[in-house]
């Protein structure tokens, strides 16, 4: 086998992770955001990370190769402790906030989308702007997008020993 090339690297360490630790009021409004996503031509993956080191609620990779984020806030509180967020436009086309039908809208920034959700769909309330990607960068958040995808796949089909987690 050869080795993988630098735009891969780093990504041994997270081919294998198939746990996704989005739980109670977040896993809720994932579920409704990957929902409506998928309606929309979207395939969706929970906690994708990224070159940046950050992880992603959220990413979508539509029909036509654009690329979503969405950062899931569970309460105002939530969203008043993240500060890792700008980071994420670096990675996608679209970036959106979504929160459950009682969060107070008006936080969120008017330069993101937002969607409310519930565990059963979503609705966009405000579309995202575009920023797009460079080629060489959506070729490659594609790329990692596609073999965490399959890894995940892989996993749930034929899961490693206990030996090897």
């Known amino acids: 086998m050869h080795s993988l090339p630098d735009s891969d690297a780093g990504f041994d360490d997270i081919a294998p992770a198939i746990r ?3 739980s109670g009021v977040a896993a809720t409004i994932a579920r409704g955001v990957c929902r409506h996503l998928r309606d929309a031509g979207y395939g969706c993956l929970l906690e994708t990370p990224l070159r940046s080191g950050r992880r992603a ?3 979508a990779v539509g029909r036509a190769g654009e ?3 969405v ?3 569970s309460g105002p509180q ?3 402790t993240d500060r890792k967020w700008p980071e994420y436009r670096a990675f996608c086309d679209r970036l959106y906030f979504a929160v459950d039908r009682g969060f107070p809208q008006e936080m969120i920034p008017a330069d993101v989308g937002l969607i409310a959700a519930d565990g059963y769909g979503a609705a966009v309330l405000r579309e995202a702007p575009v920023h797009s990607l460079s080629g060489a960068r959506r070729k490659a958040v594609t790329i990692r997008f596609a073999r965490l995808a399959a890894a995940r796949l892989q996993a749930a089909a034929d899961p490693p020993s206990i030996a090897t987690l």
């Open 57 to 59: 609620d959220v990413m």
């Open 71 to 73: 950062e899931i806030k």
């Open 78 to 80: 939530d969203f008043r």
């Open 67 to 69: 690329i979503v984020i």
């Open 20 to 22: 996704i630790s989005l």
